[in-house]
């Protein structure tokens, strides 16, 4: 009974929302959460109307509890994603939104919001030379014109000749608007791999570091956890 008057009660706050009554909306949404204190998307619902109040503190407290109750709602984290870029923790912005794409990749803001930080509008167009360094501003980005997208193939394998970790990875890479690009296949190589392996569907940044035509990284980024995953300088083989 409670479970059917919570639904109710959220759906009539969501037409209300709809039609931009937004003071019925939230009461409607607070009935909802006292027949249901559970209802993830009630506490969503709030979390919409504080932001488009502009009360972005309002709106990120209700969206965290949002995800207290729902840890996969992708609106809530791409909308935390957005405070954290408006308030200047592109870090932060870009964490949230690769988890969003983790959850659904065909997420075209998150997407684009991700791409955009990560290259900056002043990014020179012209090849740089591989493995070259930039600081950028706030650290978007690790390496400049590392490659980022979306891993769509992981093989962890050893050459027992040699002894040799090899990180196989498939990416699909897409541009500073969202858009795709082309499919990578990148090599991680060495005596040794400090860090973890990415899961299909994350979405990292490689080094762009060429070697014999392919692409041979010694490092890269996960958005998703925000975790690097290297081959450490003592550990790199002269094959590299």
Same mark, same amino acid.
């Given at each position: ?30 009935? =909802? @959460? ?7 998307? =009630? ?67 998150? !997407? ?10 002043? !990014?020179?167009?012209?090849? =740089? ?61 060495? !005596?040794? @791999?400090?860090?973890? =392996? ?5 979405? @990292? ?36």
């Amino acid at each position: 009974m409670a479970g059917k008057k919570a639904q109710d009660f959220l759906a009539l706050a969501q037409e209300h929302y709809r039609e931009g009554h937004l003071a019925d909306s939230e009461s409607a949404y607070r009935q =909802a @959460i006292k027949a249901d204190d559970q209802l993830a998307e =009630a506490f969503y619902g709030l979390g919409l109307i504080r932001h488009s109040m502009r009360d972005y503190s309002g709106a990120q407290e209700l969206f965290h509890e949002c995800l207290h109750r729902n840890p996969s709602h992708e609106h809530c984290l791409y909308y935390l994603g957005s405070i954290a870029e408006q308030d200047g923790h592109p870090v932060t912005a870009t964490g949230l939104y690769g988890k969003v794409l983790s959850l659904n990749p065909e997420h075209k803001s998150a !997407r684009a919001r991700l791409t955009q930080l990560l290259i900056p509008p002043d !990014r020179v167009e012209t090849p =740089a030379l591989p493995g070259a360094r930039v600081d950028l501003p706030n650290g978007e980005r690790e390496w400049r014109d590392s490659i980022v997208g979306r891993v769509t193939g992981f093989k962890h394998r050893t050459e027992d000749s040699l002894q040799i970790q090899v990180f196989d990875i498939r990416l699909q890479a897409y541009d500073d608007n969202g858009r795709e690009t082309r499919e990578y296949a990148a090599m991680m190589r060495g !005596r040794k @791999i400090a860090g973890t =392996a990415p899961n299909i569907g994350d979405w @990292i940044e490689i080094e762009p570091r060429y070697k014999g035509g392919g692409l041979q990284p010694y490092k890269m980024r996960n958005l998703v956890t925000g975790g690097v995953t290297r081959v450490p300088l003592g550990w790199r083989t002269h094959f590299n």
